[in-house]
């Protein structure tokens, strides 16, 4: 009898797109909290990546990659009625795929909304088209018609995906240790509320990597902890993020949208060429980039008070990221060479050192207490007695595939779903097991701490959470 606990019997099949380090970390947290058989399990994936890993768990491997052209022929046997596609590919489109599982009748969940090849990079494509902002548009466009359709979760990984559930968790932790009563927050404009009355003016999903392998990076070779192709892609999308009430600097180089929401803005120069003023516990204070990710649009829009068309209130939400030592090398390399991808890549997994930590949370500031993280601080060494195939980073990331999937398996016609209107509370409760410490911290530091030590600097000092003192210029 195993000794972790079943969390939902599905009787149905389940097809894995892609098995790259999110999907091979997934297939042994699905083979122990979801009620099904290895036998029942498909995997599609482009490369033998991982081949060996549904060996081991005995699990059907194709190695085909999914094109615009082969999808159904490919699909249409592996997946009907009641069965679930878990998309943790590159390079496929979660739209056709969306659209596809909704035919079909089959549940779906992925963990960012990605175009077919070439999507992000195409320069004949509008910078404002080759957003996330833009990916997020065309992703809800498809819910017309689609109400009430089989379960299709968008972006539910760690970041985007589980930070929406720690913004909300956070904002609780706020209120109740600021006196603020925050009642029971059910829908949108309940949280959006709380996000006002609390007075937070900015969101960061600020990590920092610290896990690093003794074999450091070569020159010409991309290192990371997580997919190489999904940072660079994202990396070199146009900076984005969620645009607060509370800003009064338009950035020179900022432009707004002229189709959707309207509710984020993008710059025109790559994330990975941005860098932002962050701070994490363990960390303190630091640089990071601001990579485009889905959950800064979602979160800040979620968040979003309006009264008629005119916005009262929104924070600025964006990515605050600093990956492992090496991922900053190379991407130092990479804008070097002027995005051109480097021809060697390494996903770090079994030759990471002890001692490192992915710390990932989120940081609410700009309310009494000035600023509060809430995240995870997991270690390489927890997470490796804690599940194998998995470092830090990807365990936060395929715990909340699990738990995403649980959640539409329990809830199999929700139409298509964003993280922040999925139910946070077993959301978490089903990640908690897998994140090591979760800790809520407040900390003094601002973005103007410790500033002009060298020079003067053009800074507004009468609001620290403005984004231009936040931007590292
Ligand atoms: P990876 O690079 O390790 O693996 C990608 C996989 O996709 C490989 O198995 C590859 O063979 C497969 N693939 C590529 N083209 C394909 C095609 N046409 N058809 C079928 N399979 C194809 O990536 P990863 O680290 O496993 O990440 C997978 C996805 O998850 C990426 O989109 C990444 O951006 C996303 N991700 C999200 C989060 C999050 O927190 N939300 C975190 C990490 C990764």
């Given at each position: 009898?195993?000794?972790?606990?079943?969390?939902?019997?599905?009787?149905?099949?389940?097809?894995?797109?892609?098995?790259?380090?999110?999907?091979?970390?997934?297939?042994?947290?699905?083979?122990?909290?979801?009620?099904?058989?290895?036998?029942?399990?498909?995997?599609?994936?482009?490369?033998?990546?991982?081949?060996?890993?549904?060996?081991?768990?005995?699990?059907?491997?194709?190695?085909?990659?999914?094109?615009?052209?082969?999808?159904?022929?490919?699909?249409?046997?592996?997946?009907?009625?009641?069965?679930?596609?878990?998309?943790?590919?590159?390079?496929?489109?979660?739209?056709?795929?969306?659209?596809?599982?909704?035919?079909?009748?089959?549940?779906?969940?992925?963990?960012?909304?990605?175009?077919?090849?070439?999507?992000?990079?195409?320069?004949?494509?509008?910078?404002?088209?080759?957003?996330?902002?833009?990916?997020?548009?065309?992703?809800?466009?498809?819910?017309?018609?689609?109400?009430?359709?089989?379960?299709?979760?968008?972006?539910?990984?760690?970041?985007?995906?589980?930070?929406?559930?720690?913004?909300?968790?956070?904002?609780?932790?706020?209120?109740?240790?600021?006196?603020?009563?925050?009642?029971?927050?059910?829908?949108?404009?309940?949280?959006?509320?709380?996000?006002?009355?609390?007075?937070?003016?900015?969101?960061?999903?600020?990590?920092?990597?610290?896990?690093?392998?003794p074999v450091r990076k070569r020159p010409g070779e991309f290192v990371n902890t997580w997919s190489v192709d999904g940072f660079v892609s994202e990396g070199s999308?146009?900076?984005?993020?969620?645009?607060?009430?509370?800003?009064?600097?338009?950035?020179?180089?900022?432009?707004?949208?002229?189709?959707?929401?309207?509710?984020?803005?993008?710059?025109?120069?790559?994330?990975?060429?941005?860098?932002?003023?962050?701070?994490?516990?363990?960390?303190?204070?630091?640089?990071?980039?601001?990579?485009?990710?889905?959950?800064?649009?979602?979160?800040?829009?979620?968040?979003?008070?309006?009264?008629?068309?005119?916005?009262?209130?929104?924070?600025?939400?964006?990515?605050?990221?600093?990956?492992?030592?090496?991922?900053?090398?190379?991407?130092?390399?990479?804008?070097?060479?002027?995005?051109?991808?480097?021809?060697?890549?390494?996903?770090?997994?079994?030759?990471?050192?002890?001692?490192?930590?992915?710390?990932?949370?989120?940081?609410?500031?700009?309310?009494?207490?000035?600023?509060?993280?809430?995240?995870?601080?997991?270690?390489?060494?927890?997470?490796?007695?804690?599940?194998?195939?998995?470092?830090?980073?990807?365990?936060?990331?395929?715990?909340?595939?699990?738990?995403?999937?649980?959640?539409?398996?329990?809830?199999?016609?929700?139409?298509?779903?964003?993280?922040?209107?999925?139910?946070?509370?077993?959301?978490?409760?089903?990640?908690?097991?897998?994140?090591?410490?979760?800790?809520?911290?407040?900390?003094?530091?601002?973005?103007?701490?410790?500033?002009?030590?060298?020079?003067?600097?053009?800074?507004?000092?009468?609001?620290?959470?403005?984004?231009?003192?936040?931007?590292?210029?």
């Open positions: 009898m195993s000794q972790h606990k079943v969390h939902v019997e599905f009787p149905g099949r389940i097809v894995f797109v892609g098995f790259g380090s999110i999907g091979q970390g997934v297939l042994p947290l699905i083979l122990r909290h979801i009620g099904t058989q290895a036998e029942r399990i498909t995997i599609v994936s482009a490369d033998e990546r991982g081949a060996d890993v549904a060996v081991h768990f005995g699990v059907r491997f194709i190695k085909q990659a999914v094109t615009a052209e082969n999808l159904r022929g490919l699909l249409e046997p592996l997946l009907s009625s009641g069965d679930f596609l878990i998309n943790v590919s590159v390079d496929v489109s979660s739209c056709a795929l969306i659209e596809f599982c909704h035919e079909r009748g089959a549940l779906y969940l992925d963990t960012c909304i990605e175009p077919w090849p070439g999507g992000y990079t195409d320069k004949s494509i509008p910078a404002a088209r080759r957003t996330n902002y833009a990916l997020r548009e065309t992703a809800l466009a498809l819910r017309q018609g689609r109400e009430n359709g089989p379960t299709a979760v968008l972006t539910h990984g760690a970041n985007p995906g589980m930070v929406s559930h720690f913004v909300k968790q956070a904002m609780l932790n706020i209120a109740a240790d600021t006196g603020v009563a925050a009642g029971n927050p059910q829908s949108r404009a309940d949280w959006a509320a709380l996000a006002h009355t609390l007075g937070i003016k900015v969101i960061h999903v600020a990590e920092r990597d610290t896990q690093v392998s999308q146009p900076c984005e993020l969620g645009w607060g009430s509370h800003e009064r600097h338009f950035p020179a180089d900022g432009h707004r949208y002229d189709f959707g929401r309207g509710s984020s803005i993008y710059l025109s120069q790559p994330g990975a060429a941005t860098k932002v003023r962050t701070w994490t516990p363990k960390a303190g204070h630091f640089h990071a980039f601001a990579i485009t990710h889905g959950e800064s649009i979602s979160i800040a829009d979620y968040l979003t008070v309006k009264s008629g068309d005119q916005v009262l209130y929104r924070p600025t939400a964006h990515y605050a990221y600093h990956p492992c030592d090496d991922a900053v090398l190379s991407v130092h390399e990479l804008t070097g060479r002027n995005f051109v991808m480097q021809s060697e890549q390494r996903i770090l997994m079994n030759e990471i050192s002890s001692g490192g930590i992915d710390e990932l949370g989120v940081l609410l500031a700009g309310h009494t207490r000035n600023a509060y993280w809430y995240g995870s601080q997991l270690s390489i060494d927890e997470a490796r007695t804690l599940c194998p195939f998995n470092n830090a980073t990807s365990l936060q990331v395929t715990v909340a595939v699990l738990s995403g999937v649980i959640w539409a398996m329990e809830n199999p016609r929700q139409g298509i779903v964003e993280p922040d209107e999925m139910d946070f509370r077993r959301n978490l409760e089903i990640c908690m097991p897998y994140l090591g410490p979760v800790v809520g911290e407040y900390t003094d530091w601002n973005p103007l701490t410790d500033r002009e030590r060298l020079f003067p600097e053009d800074l507004d000092r009468s609001d620290p959470w403005q984004f231009k003192n936040i931007r590292v210029r």
